[in-house]
Structures are given as C-alpha cells and as structure tokens.
C-alpha cells in the first residue's frame, strides 16, 4: 500500500478533448505501469491517430496498413461502411498489427479516455502478447511483415500491368478461396524471415522451375503402366504427399502455373501463415489486452491520474466490451472473446492470489503462488485458446457462466441432449468440449491431398476425413473445387471418407482455362 | 514511442479497391437481369423487382463444414436444465438450436431491389437503334427556344399578361388611384346634392380625384412585362420507329401475347433511350388504322388479313408527315406470316418502295407454342426472304416461345459498329 502514500498526480487530461501532448502523456503514463508494475515486454510503439473512414480501409484489408488491391477488399469496405452509416454496428476502437515496430491505430473521434483505454489495450496488451506468445515467434515476423506486404502490393501491380488485371484477379480470387488451407500447421521449418523472402524470389523460382520440369516432362505413352505399391509411394514422396497445405503444394507442383502466379500463390499464403496464430489466440489475446487494459485503467485512477467522471466513462466501456449474453439472449451470438477471454485472466489471478479449496485441488501448480502478474505472462507466452481453456478453465468460472453442453445427434429424433451442466460430474467435460471448439484442428475440416494420377490424366485427389457426419459445406466446396481446378490445371476429385473409411460422397471439377 | 498523424493521409485508399468491386458488381447485375428476363412476365418488368447477384460473382467460398451430423456446443447461462435433459428441436429447423455463431453468413448483404429505371437501364444497357445518324442530319443542330424569365422589352406577341396586370395592380394600390366605384359613388353624391355648398366642395372632390386618375394611369408601360427566351442549340436526330402489328383472325391469342411483348420490349426501349423518337402504332387486320399507345396494345380487334394495308398506312404517314429526308425511318413489324394470297404482289411492292426509305426494318414473325422457331415457310416470310435478297435493310426472325421473345429483341437491336453494315 506504499503507492497510494505518493502524493496523487497531477490528471493527465481534463474532459474529454485530446491532443498531442495528451497522447503522450497517455502513452509515457500506462509505459510506466505497464513496464514497471505489470512487467509486460513490448516492441517499441508507433501510434496512428486516423478519420473513421481510414479505419473503415484499414478494417476490409484484414486491418493490414499497406496491402494489395483486389475487389473483395472493396466489398468489404462496402459491407463495413453500410452497417456503420446505419448506425447497425460500431467501428471498432481499435486495430492494432503485429509488427516492429508495433502500430495502434486511435481513431480521432475518441474522447481522452478511450484513447488511453486504446493505448494500454493495444500498444501493451497486444503489443505484449505478439511480442510473446510462442505462436506469434513461432510463425510471423514482426520486423518483416511490413516490407514484405510492400513487395506484395508492388509485385501484385506489375503483375496487373504486364499480364492484365483480370487473370490476375481470378487467380487470386482462386488463391483467397483457398486460404484456409494454405498454412503449415506443424513447425519444423526454419523461423520465419520475410525480409529475405523478395532477394530469394527470383534464384528460387529458377532452381525449382528445373526441378519441378524434371517431375511433368514425361508425358504419358500408351496404357499406364500398372504402378505397383512402390511406385505409388515413390510417386507421392517426390510430390511430397499427402499434403494439408494446398497451397503450398499447387505453387510447387502445379503444372500449368505460370511462374508469377506461383509467387502470388506463396504471397497469399504467407499472409494466410501470418494470421494463423491470431486465429488460434483470439480469447487468449483479447483477454490479455482487456487484462492489461484494466489494470493499468485502474492504477491511473488509484494514482489520480485520471478523474472518477472519465474513470466512469471507461467502466461502461469496459462493461460493454465484455458482456457476454445467456445464450437464450436476442444479442447471444456465440462466445465474446473478450468477454470470456478477460474472466479467465481474472479467476486466474483470483486463484493465484486468494485460492479456495477447491482450486489448490484442480490447480495445484499455480494456486496460491502469489505473483498473479508472473503466473499470467508465463501463461501469455505458452499457450493457445485450445490448451489455454483445456488447462485453465475452472469450476469457478463454469459455474459463474452457468455453462452447460448439448449434444445434438441428427439420429436422436426426440431431441438435443443436454449432457453436461456446471456441476462435478460436467466441470471436466465441458471443459474438454469448450477446449475442442478452439482448436482449429478439431473445427477446420481435415482435407490432404493424397495422390495424383501422374501415369494417366493427371487428376488430382483430395480427401476429406469426415468427423461426426459432418461433410462439408455443398454450395461453398463446389466454388472452391472449381477455384482449385482451375489453378491444377486438370481435373480434381475430393472424396469425403465418413468414420467407417468408406468414401461416402465424391465430387469433381474440371479446369476452366480461365487462368493459364 | 512515435505518433503519427496519418488524418491527412490522401483519402480514399481503398478507393481503387471499391471501384474494382463496383465495377464486377456491375458485371454481375448485368448477369442477374438477363437471367432474370429468361422466367419473368413483362409486366414484372416494368416493376424492377429483386435481384439476386449470381453466387460466383461476389462470392468468396471457402472450404468449411456445412449442416448436419452430430454436434456439440457449449453455451452459457444454463438456469434450468439438468444433465439427461432432452430439449425438443424448434419446429422446422433441421439440425439442433442454438445455431452456431458464425455460421450462415452469407451473400445476403448482397441482395438488390432495382426500381423500374435501374432495371431497364442495365436491361436495355447494350441495346441501341442502328445506323441513327443518318444521311445530313448528323451535324444538323437546331435552336431550341427556352424560357428564360421576364424582360421589359420584347415583341408585342409575347406579353406576360398575368405578370403586367400583376404589376400594375401594385403600382396602382401603392399611389392611391381613386377606383372607379369611388368616382361613380361621388358623382352620385352630386346629383342628389340639394345644397350648393356641400355640392361645390364635392365637385372641387371629385375634380382632383379624376385628375389624380388621369395622372396615374391603369396601366403604365412601365408595368409590361414581356416572356423572355434563349435559344439553345441542340443536335437533333429525328427519328420515327412504326410499329405494325397484324391483329388478324389468324392470329392466336399466343402470338399475338408474343407479338405485344415484343412490341412492349421495343416500345420501352425507345422510350427509355430516345426522347426524341416519334412512334406511330399502326396495326391491321385487312384494313389498317393508325392508332394510340392504348389501344395498339390493349385494345381488341379481329378481323381478315392485309398486310398491304399497313404497308400502304406507312406509305402514306411518310409522304404525310415524315420526309425521308429528314427523318430516320424505322419499322418494325409483326406477323404470324399469313397474308391473302392475292395480296402477296402488292404487298411485296409496297415494301421494296418503303424499305428504301427506311434505315432499318425489322420483321419478326410469331408461331404457335411449340413451334420451330428457325425456319418458315410462311407466304410472307417467303416474299420477305425475296426481297431481303435484293434490298437492304430488312432483318427477319420467327419467335414461338415467349423466353425467345428477348434474345430475338436483344438480337435485332443489339449495338453494332457505326461501320458494319445491318446484316439479318
């Protein structure tokens, strides 16, 4: 209790009218709690004070501050801009990018206290978490992005100029179609370095053009012959099969793929790598920056540094930010990351500070320890939403949250079940479930390519293992299988294989020449 | 820490990216129309309607999983339930509530209601009347006269009564000229007057009030006011489109319903594109009748067939009124191809006269449901199919189903070069 003995500051700002000097004195203010008495590691910070309107550009491409051009950044900049003109929705506070150094975007319509909400959510809460989780060191590269996504745009533009726009669109159209399955899910490469990516293009694409002509050069001669098991094998170690990252491998082994639009496959599947870790953190980084947020909001207050009227201002924020409706809710849409995100940081320093009974049982390694702050950034730095919630959910909260489990089979005609509620025999079940619904490996269908018909028509094959009678969405897989189709070069056939290994439905498609 | 003011960035960086989306929703809509033209009633046409954009023109698929199979979820604020509970599924929906987040969010921000102008706008986008200018009257502009206000001078045919009257009024009430009520009540006074001396002082009365009359006039020519206009030159092209249409016996109602949406087709074309266009309606049975938009579409008639009659009809509205000239004629007419046998000569006279004169005729011949729509063998088609040999410009085509009715339309007046010649 030493601190509140200091004598209390002077406020940073009065009101809610801001200007330069006040950012500053925001930003040097929640540095010094955010450094000194969280202990967060950050990357230095840059701050962009922006119009709504640049927000709204900066939204629909992917919140990227410099980015290629294609029409679907334009529709959804049109789709933003109606519901926001409407009054249907809000802009979002704030956009913050996982680069070095890192940028907050502050819109200029903010009063004083959302922007020092905005800066300790975004420049520390974020900025930390990029800078720390063992994804984001893992799979981006925070100094690079911002060079590589210039070499994008200006590589994207000649391509338009010397090959014309429109089989430029339609193979990114073909790439963007097929952006959820164009990232490694599993490390094993060498850490990521885009700044080398431009120098290596070019010797790159020379050495593999020869390599890869070796592969397509012999042409199939009379009836194929009948490739034993060996062959197969050969055939699919040489092509590098099965393979979960279709991208990664039509840029390889393609045949009929120019060689710029491979480069503009490899640029679409970098940025695809580069927002993987984000869709595997989003409760996780959302409940870290409204974690971090709070605090240091609540240590300015307690330090006088800002007023009980803007302090007021920044609890309804906060409130709205997270509340989660019941699920029986008109406003229930699924879980609020932020909302759920924000409750385990808090059990969790509830349970490391003052821990019950029950939690020194079901944590034993944190309960208790104390160092709330220490417990949470080695939480920060080591996890993800699916290990994050199976590990640190706890009866507390499931309890607060009144969670319960249904499970729904389409055979059970009287109706859904519900299997599980926030009682002793549920705790461990739910948990489980709710883990499951967060990892991306369990909720992204599985699809491999699993072979191609090099002897005969060159067909490709794709395999979807199907889980709980789940295929795949018709209308959507049919367009994509067409966008596929047309990159191969050949025909293409997806097989659905349900749980008893039988393929249960097939699909084709040919090429339309619309992109060679 | 670095601040950046980026506010005063260059606006619109995602323009190019919205003018790239506009510019394939265009395409797409295009599409849409069109196809929706192929299922829809022409009155339904005239309405616009709802468009739903094609799935691959906006669409951004990508692979997931659809409805169906067994599922889990995990929700909050349970108040009531009990493990082993078995909640009903809401009536209908196929698969369990709640419905995941996330899922169904489709194309359906991208669904249009186009009004009646939009919709033949993009309907009608690439069609276009061939060979309009014509002859001289390409560079011949002429002087439209447009009003243009009020003037205080100008010729005597063009005063604005209303506005002279107006302004004298004005004039008059604001210098108190004695009305003439007022003068004929004072004479009255006088007659009756029995005393010298009040009679005197009302004569010196009346004396200045007539004088003052005399001075402020009823009406001053400072009060006229004359209608001014300006003449705006304006390129003209004149341009005349005659619509014959055969109403005859032999006409079944399914070709003469083809015959009117045709003409509906064109009759909205023209109106839409050409403010300047004339339409004359000239329908026949074995007589010919010039007659209003009303009737040409709505109005019953049956009777035997002429078709000289009409071509006769349009002989004599070009001699009449439409100098050849001047005029860029255009004809369209309709038939099921049955004509009098022995009208066969005269009226293949009557056509090898008027085409000469016409830029383009379009002859568009109507079958029964079911019909084959290539070919004819019809005495008019044959006598038509003579001619075109010999004259341009006569383009011919037969319809028997009412989704032919476009195409064939589109077909007919569909933009050619200003080069290539009209070739049926």
């Given amino acids: ?516 | 820490m670095h601040i950046v003011d980026r506010r005063l960035n260059p606006r619109g960086k995602s323009l190019e990216n919205r003018q790239r989306f506009l510019r394939r929703m265009k395409g797409a809509v295009q599409q849409a129309v069109k196809r929706s033209l192929q299922n829809r009633n022409i009155r339904d046409v005239l309405d616009g309607g709802e468009i739903s954009l094609p799935i691959d023109g906006m669409a951004e698929p990508n692979l997931r999983r659809g409805d169906g199979g067994i599922r889990d979820h995990i929700l909050p604020g349970n108040r009531a339930f009990v493990e082993g509970d078995i909640l009903p599924r809401p009536p209908g929906g196929k698969g369990g509530k709640p419905k995941d987040a996330g899922e169904g969010d489709g194309e359906d921000g991208f669904r249009f209601v186009l009004t009646r102008e939009e919709f033949l706008d993009v309907f009608l986008d690439d069609l276009e009347l061939p060979d309009l200018a014509k002859r001289r009257l390409a560079e011949t502009e002429e002087e439209t006269p447009f009003r243009a206000g009020y003037s205080v001078s100008g010729s005597p045919s063009n005063i604005a009564v209303g506005r002279t009257t107006r302004l004298a009024m004005m004039r008059r009430v604001a210098l108190h000229r004695p009305r003439r009520e007022e003068i004929e009540a004072l004479q009255r006074q006088i007659e009756e007057c029995e005393d010298d001396e009040s009679r005197l002082a009302l004569e010196a009365k009346l004396k200045s009030l007539t004088e003052k009359s005399r001075r402020i006039p009823y009406i001053d020519p400072l009060d006229v006011r004359y209608r001014r206009f300006e003449n705006e030159p304006k390129p003209v092209a004149k341009a005349v489109m005659f619509c014959l249409m055969d109403v005859s016996g032999s006409m079944s109602e399914h070709m003469k319903d083809l015959a009117k949406r045709f003409y509906l087709l064109l009759y909205l074309f023209l109106s839409k594109r050409y403010k300047k266009v004339e339409i004359v309606f000239i329908r026949h049975t074995d007589k010919a009748e010039e007659v209003d938009e009303e009737t040409f579409f709505y109005g019953p008639a049956t009777g035997g067939t002429l078709v000289s009659s009409a071509l006769a009809a349009m002989r004599a509205i070009i001699a009449a009124r439409f100098d050849p000239a001047e005029w860029n004629i255009y004809g369209a007419q309709a038939s099921d191809g049955d004509n009098a046998h022995s009208d066969g000569n005269l009226s293949g006279q009557l056509l090898r006269e008027i085409l000469p004169l016409c830029q383009y005729f379009a002859y568009i011949e109507v079958g029964e449901e079911g019909g084959d729509s290539s070919v004819s063998r019809s005495p008019l088609w044959m006598l038509y199919d003579g001619i075109r040999s010999e004259l341009q410009p006569l383009s011919m085509r037969k319809v028997c189903r009412r989704n032919e009715i476009f195409p064939v339309f589109h077909d007919l007046f569909q933009k050619r070069d200003a080069q290539s010649k009209v070739t049926p």
């Fill in chain 1, 1 to 516: 209790m030493t601190m509140t003995m200091r004598p209390p500051e002077r406020l940073l700002f009065e009101g809610a009218d801001w200007d330069f000097s006040t950012l500053q004195r925001i930003h040097d203010a929640c540095e010094e709690i955010a450094l000194g008495e969280l202990g967060l590691d950050v990357y230095p910070n840059q701050i962009e004070v922006i119009t709504s309107e640049q927000m709204l550009d900066a939204y629909s491409s992917t919140g990227m501050p410099l980015f290629y051009r294609h029409w679907s950044f334009g529709k959804h900049f049109a789709h933003h801009e109606t519901f926001y003109r409407r009054g249907m929705r809000d802009l979002a506070y704030e956009i913050v990018i996982n680069s070095s150094p890192c940028i907050s975007y502050l819109m200029e319509e903010n009063t004083a206290t959302m922007q020092t909400l905005v800066t300790a959510h975004a420049a520390f809460g974020h900025n930390h978490f990029f800078k720390n989780n063992y994804l984001f060191k893992l799979w981006t590269d925070a100094e690079g992005i911002l060079d590589y996504l210039d070499f994008a745009k200006g590589y994207i533009t000649r391509c338009e100029e010397r090959y014309g726009e429109a089989v430029v669109e339609r193979t990114l159209d073909a790439a963007h179609a097929l952006m959820s399955h164009g990232v490694h899910r599993y490390a094993g490469k060498t850490t990521i370095d885009l700044r080398q990516e431009e120098k290596r293009q070019q010797e790159r694409r020379a050495h593999e053009e020869q390599i890869f002509n070796d592969l397509w050069r012999t042409v199939p001669v009379g009836k194929a012959r009948k490739a034993g098991d060996s062959g197969l094998e050969k055939r699919r170690a040489a092509l590098g099969l099965p393979q979960d990252n279709i991208l990664y491998f039509l840029e390889k082994s393609a045949p009929r793929l120019q060689p710029w639009q491979r480069e503009i496959l490899r640029i679409v599947r970098h940025v695809a790598q580069y927002f993987h870790p984000q869709r595997q953190t989003k409760v996780m980084n959302e409940g870290t920056a409204t974690f971090v947020h709070y605090q240091i909001m609540n240590r300015l207050h307690e330090r006088g540094q800002i007023s009980d009227g803007n302090f007021l201002e920044f609890l309804k924020s906060h409130a709205n930010v997270v509340f989660q409706p019941s699920y029986d809710d008109r406003r229930f849409s699924g879980f609020n990351p932020y909302a759920l995100g924000f409750a385990m940081m808090q059990d969790i320093e509830r349970i490391v500070t003052t821990p019950t009974e029950e939690d020194r049982a079901w944590f034993p390694d944190i309960a208790g320890r104390g160092d709330a702050m220490a417990v949470l950034r080695d939480i920060w730095a080591n996890y993800r939403d699916e290990s994050f919630i199976s590990q640190f959910l706890s009866p507390n909260l499931i309890r607060q949250l009144r969670l319960f489990h249904l499970y729904d089979d389409p055979e059970q005609t009287e109706g859904v079940l519900v299997s599980a509620i926030h009682n002793e025999r549920g705790y461990l079940r739910i948990r489980r479930q709710l883990s499951r619904e967060y990892d991306i490996g369990w909720t992204d269908p599985a699809i491999d390519i699993v072979d191609v018909d090099l002897a005969g028509d060159r067909r490709l094959l794709l395999q979807h293992i199907v889980m709980n009678g789940c295929y795949l969405q018709e209308a959507d897989m049919k367009l994509v299988l067409q966008h596929l189709a047309d990159l191969w070069g050949y025909d293409v056939l997806l097989q659905e294989i349900d749980d008893s290994n039988i393929v249960a439905r097939e699909h084709t498609a040919s090429p339309r020449k619309i992109i060679q």
